[in-house]
C-alpha cells in the first residue's frame, strides 16, 4: 500500500546538537557530523535508524561544501540499506533541496546539482541549498528490477524512500545549522519527476515546491506499453526498423513540419500541425515489400502506426487499457528512435543479448519478470496481460502516483511546475498531458493556474533531441514559492554543440513558440507562444 503522511517526533540523536551559527557551517562542525547516528523514531516511516558513514570537506574554494554520506538502515535485515548523500554549503539559505533519480534508481544520481539547470546559472549548492538524494533503497543499475524480489526493497522503491530519505536529511540539517530548512523542494526528472509527484501526493506536508520533468507517474502502464512494443518488434516477422530506416522516418517528419512553426530550424515546435500534415504513406515500399533502407514495409508502416496511436495494454487499469502514444511522427529524431527499436531484430534474451534492445520493451520485461511473475527466466515476450489483471492492480497501486487529488499540498501552499519534451521516446508527452488534465478537471482551470504549471518543451526527447534544453526550473519555483512571482512564459536555452544558445519561449500548455518572422531566430523574443 502506499505510504501514509506521519507526523512524528522531529528529531533524535545519539551526539549532541551542535551549535552552530544560524546558517553557517565550518570545516569542524562538519566533520563532527561522522558522529550522529539518527534514531528510527526521528523517521516518519519503518527503518532501523540511520547512520553517517563519510563525512569530507568537497568543491572549491568559493564554492566549498560539507559532503555526507549515510545509510538508513531496513526493517528487515536481508533488504538492502538506503544509500543518501546530503551536501551542506557553508553559507546555507535556509531552504533544501531533494533530488531524485532515473529508471529503477539503484544508485545515487547527481545529489549536487538541479536537473537541467543552465551553465551559466550558479549550481544548487553555490545558491546557499542544502541537496540531497539516495539511491532508493536498493544497489543496481538503472534497468535491474531484480531487487523489487525483496518486500521492502520494493516498497521502498514505490515511494517509502522518499520519506525516509526527507526525515534524514532534515534531521542532519538540523544537526548541522541548529534548525531545519525555511522551505523544502523535489525535483526530478523520467523516474525522478515520478518521485516529485509522488513526493506532494504521499507527503504533502513535507513540500513547499516540486519540479517534475518528464514523470513516470504510472510506471506500470508505461512498462505494459513496453511489452507490447516488444511484441509488435521481436514476435512480428519483418516489423523491426533498422536505424537507417528510423533516419529516414525522423527526417522525413523534419522536412514536412519543420516549417510550420514559421522557422526553419530542424526543431518541429508545432507537432499537432504536424500530425495532420505528415503522410506517412509516402514512405510505404513498392507493394509494401522491403526494399531496402529508403521506404518502409507494411508490417513496418503498422509498428509506426501502432506507436502514433494510445497503445493497448492487453488489461484494464485504474487509468484505462491504453498508454499515451509515441510521438514517433511528432519530432523525434533518429536516435531516439532507434532507442525504442533497437539495434536489431533477433529475439533478445532475458538477461543479455548481442544487440541493443527497445528501452522501452527492456524496461517492461524487467517489471514482468521480477515484479509480475517473480521468475527471472520467464519469456515476457508471451506475457498475457490480462491472466494477471490481479496483480498488475495491486503494483499500481503501490507505486502508481495518478492521483490529482493534491489540495493538501495546494493548502500547505505548494506550487508545481511540470515539463515535458514533445519528442520524448521513453515517456510520452501525452502522457503527462493526461495528468495535467486530471487536475484541470480536478481544480479548473483558473484555480490550477493559480499553483500549476506545465511546459512542453519543442524538439526536446528524454534527455537530448534536436532542442536540448536547459532551464532554471528551481529559481522559477523559489521565486513564484518564496516571492510569489507568477512563473509566466519561461525561456530555454539550448545545449547541443552545434546550436548551443540559441533560445526559445517555454510556452505554457497547450501554446507553442511561433517564430515572428523577423528578429534573430536565436533569441526568445523573436517567438510567440501561440495557440493553432
Given at each position: 500500500m502506499k505510504a501514509s503522511l506521519c507526523l512524528c517526533p522531529l528529531v533524535l540523536f545519539t551526539a549532541t546538537v551542535l551549535s552552530a551559527p544560524d546558517k553557517s557551517l565550518i570545516q569542524a562542525q562538519c566533520v563532527a557530523l561522522k558522529n550522529v547516528h539518527i534514531s528510527a523514531a526521528a523517521i516518519g516511516l519503518p527503518t532501523r535508524g540511520a547512520r553517517v558513514t563519510t563525512v569530507a570537506m568537497a568543491g572549491h574554494p568559493g564554492n566549498q561544501h560539507c559532503k555526507v554520506e549515510g545509510q538508513i538502515e531496513p526493517v528487515d535485515t536481508d533488504a538492502p540499506d538506503i544509500n543518501f548523500e546530503l551536501y551542506l554549503p557553508l553559507d546555507w539559505n535556509g531552504?533544501?533541496?531533494?533530488?531524485?533519480?532515473?529508471?529503477?534508481?539503484?544508485?545515487?544520481?547527481?545529489?549536487?546539482?538541479?536537473?537541467?539547470?543552465?551553465?551559466?546559472?550558479?549550481?544548487?549548492?553555490?545558491?546557499?541549498?542544502?541537496?540531497?538524494?539516495?539511491?532508493?533503497?536498493?544497489?543496481?543499475?538503472?534497468?535491474?528490477?531484480?531487487?523489487?524480489?525483496?518486500?521492502?526493497?520494493?516498497?521502498?522503491?514505490?515511494?517509502?524512500?522518499?520519506?525516509?530519505?526527507?526525515?534524514?536529511?532534515?534531521?542532519?540539517?538540523?544537526?548541522?545549522?541548529?534548525?531545519?530548512?525555511?522551505?523544502?523542494y523535489f525535483q526530478g526528472n523520467s523516474q525522478g519527476g515520478h518521485e516529485a509527484l509522488a513526493a506532494i501526493q504521499r507527503f504533502p506536508l513535507d513540500y513547499d515546491g516540486a519540479i517534475a520533468i518528464h514523470p513516470v507517474y504510472n510506471v506500470v502502464e508505461l512498462h505494459l506499453a513496453g511489452i507490447s512494443i516488444g511484441k509488435a518488434i521481436y514476435n512480428t516477422p519483418g516489423a523491426w526498423i533498422s536505424p537507417a530506416k528510423a533516419a529516414l522516418i525522423a527526417n522525413a517528419v523534419t522536412g514536412a513540419c519543420d516549417k510550420l512553426d514559421g522557422l526553419a530550424d530542424g526543431v518541429v515546435a508545432d507537432p499537432d500541425a504536424c500530425s495532420t500534415t505528415f503522410k506517412l504513406a509516402h514512405l510505404r515500399c513498392p507493394e509494401g515489400k522491403d526494399v531496402g533502407a529508403s521506404c518502409l514495409s507494411d508490417p513496418q508502416i503498422a509498428l509506426v502506426r501502432m506507436l502514433d496511436k494510445p497503445v493497448p495494454l492487453g488489461v484494464s487499469l485504474l487509468t484505462g487499457d491504453h498508454f499515451a502514444p509515441w510521438p514517433i511522427l511528432r519530432g523525434a529524431d533518429a536516435s531516439a528512435l532507434v532507442s525504442v527499436f533497437g539495434s536489431g531484430a533477433n529475439r533478445p534474451k532475458p538477461e543479455a543479448s548481442n544487440i541493443i534492445i527497445s528501452f522501452p520493451y527492456m524496461m517492461g520485461d524487467q517489471a514482468v519478470r521480477y515484479e509480475v511473475m517473480r521468475d527471472a527466466s520467464y519469456d515476457s515476450l508471451r506475457f498475457d496481460p490480462a491472466a494477471h489483471e490481479t496483480r498488475l492492480k495491486e503494483l499500481a497501486v503501490q507505486i502508481d502516483n495518478d492521483s490529482a487529488d493534491i489540495h493538501a499540498f495546494v493548502q500547505h501552499g505548494g506550487k508545481l511546475l511540470l515539463m515535458h519534451g514533445t519528442a520524448d521516446m521513453a515517456v510520452p508527452p501525452g502522457n503527462t498531458v493526461a495528468y495535467y488534465e486530471k487536475l484541470k478537471a480536478e481544480f479548473g482551470e483558473q484555480e490550477l493556474h493559480r499553483f500549476a504549471r506545465f511546459y512542453l518543451a519543442p524538439g526536446f526527447t528524454h534527455s537530448s533531441g534536436t532542442y536540448r534544453v536547459s532551464w532554471d526550473s528551481l529559481?522559477?519555483?523559489?521565486?513564484?514559492?518564496?516571492?510569489?512571482?507568477?512563473?509566466?512564459?519561461?525561456?530555454?536555452?539550448?545545449?547541443?554543440?552545434?546550436?548551443?544558445?540559441?533560445?526559445?519561449?517555454?510556452?505554457?500548455?497547450?501554446?507553442?513558440?511561433?517564430?515572428?518572422?523577423?528578429?534573430?531566430?536565436?533569441?526568445?523574443?523573436?517567438?510567440?507562444?501561440?495557440?493553432?
Amino acid at each position: 500500500m502506499k505510504a501514509s503522511l506521519c507526523l512524528c517526533p522531529l528529531v533524535l540523536f545519539t551526539a549532541t546538537v551542535l551549535s552552530a551559527p544560524d546558517k553557517s557551517l565550518i570545516q569542524a562542525q562538519c566533520v563532527a557530523l561522522k558522529n550522529v547516528h539518527i534514531s528510527a523514531a526521528a523517521i516518519g516511516l519503518p527503518t532501523r535508524g540511520a547512520r553517517v558513514t563519510t563525512v569530507a570537506m568537497a568543491g572549491h574554494p568559493g564554492n566549498q561544501h560539507c559532503k555526507v554520506e549515510g545509510q538508513i538502515e531496513p526493517v528487515d535485515t536481508d533488504a538492502p540499506d538506503i544509500n543518501f548523500e546530503l551536501y551542506l554549503p557553508l553559507d546555507w539559505n535556509g531552504k533544501a533541496l531533494q533530488l531524485g533519480g532515473s529508471g529503477f534508481d539503484g544508485a545515487i544520481k547527481d545529489a549536487d546539482t538541479a536537473r537541467l539547470a543552465p551553465a551559466a546559472t550558479p549550481g544548487a549548492i553555490k545558491q546557499g541549498y542544502a541537496t540531497f538524494a539516495s539511491d532508493s533503497g536498493h544497489q543496481g543499475g538503472v534497468s535491474d528490477a531484480s531487487f523489487t524480489l525483496n518486500q521492502e526493497a520494493w516498497d521502498n522503491f514505490a515511494g517509502a524512500q522518499i520519506k525516509k530519505t526527507h526525515d534524514v536529511a532534515v534531521a542532519l540539517i538540523r544537526q548541522a545549522y541548529g534548525r531545519k530548512p525555511d522551505r523544502m523542494y523535489f525535483q526530478g526528472n523520467s523516474q525522478g519527476g515520478h518521485e516529485a509527484l509522488a513526493a506532494i501526493q504521499r507527503f504533502p506536508l513535507d513540500y513547499d515546491g516540486a519540479i517534475a520533468i518528464h514523470p513516470v507517474y504510472n510506471v506500470v502502464e508505461l512498462h505494459l506499453a513496453g511489452i507490447s512494443i516488444g511484441k509488435a518488434i521481436y514476435n512480428t516477422p519483418g516489423a523491426w526498423i533498422s536505424p537507417a530506416k528510423a533516419a529516414l522516418i525522423a527526417n522525413a517528419v523534419t522536412g514536412a513540419c519543420d516549417k510550420l512553426d514559421g522557422l526553419a530550424d530542424g526543431v518541429v515546435a508545432d507537432p499537432d500541425a504536424c500530425s495532420t500534415t505528415f503522410k506517412l504513406a509516402h514512405l510505404r515500399c513498392p507493394e509494401g515489400k522491403d526494399v531496402g533502407a529508403s521506404c518502409l514495409s507494411d508490417p513496418q508502416i503498422a509498428l509506426v502506426r501502432m506507436l502514433d496511436k494510445p497503445v493497448p495494454l492487453g488489461v484494464s487499469l485504474l487509468t484505462g487499457d491504453h498508454f499515451a502514444p509515441w510521438p514517433i511522427l511528432r519530432g523525434a529524431d533518429a536516435s531516439a528512435l532507434v532507442s525504442v527499436f533497437g539495434s536489431g531484430a533477433n529475439r533478445p534474451k532475458p538477461e543479455a543479448s548481442n544487440i541493443i534492445i527497445s528501452f522501452p520493451y527492456m524496461m517492461g520485461d524487467q517489471a514482468v519478470r521480477y515484479e509480475v511473475m517473480r521468475d527471472a527466466s520467464y519469456d515476457s515476450l508471451r506475457f498475457d496481460p490480462a491472466a494477471h489483471e490481479t496483480r498488475l492492480k495491486e503494483l499500481a497501486v503501490q507505486i502508481d502516483n495518478d492521483s490529482a487529488d493534491i489540495h493538501a499540498f495546494v493548502q500547505h501552499g505548494g506550487k508545481l511546475l511540470l515539463m515535458h519534451g514533445t519528442a520524448d521516446m521513453a515517456v510520452p508527452p501525452g502522457n503527462t498531458v493526461a495528468y495535467y488534465e486530471k487536475l484541470k478537471a480536478e481544480f479548473g482551470e483558473q484555480e490550477l493556474h493559480r499553483f500549476a504549471r506545465f511546459y512542453l518543451a519543442p524538439g526536446f526527447t528524454h534527455s537530448s533531441g534536436t532542442y536540448r534544453v536547459s532551464w532554471d526550473s528551481l529559481g522559477t519555483l523559489d521565486k513564484w514559492v518564496v516571492h510569489g512571482i507568477d512563473p509566466g512564459q519561461q525561456v530555454m536555452t539550448d545545449t547541443n554543440k552545434a546550436t548551443a544558445g540559441r533560445e526559445m519561449p517555454l510556452c505554457d500548455y497547450p501554446l507553442f513558440p511561433r517564430y515572428n518572422g523577423k528578429g534573430d531566430p536565436k533569441v526568445a523574443s523573436s517567438f510567440t507562444c501561440a495557440s493553432r
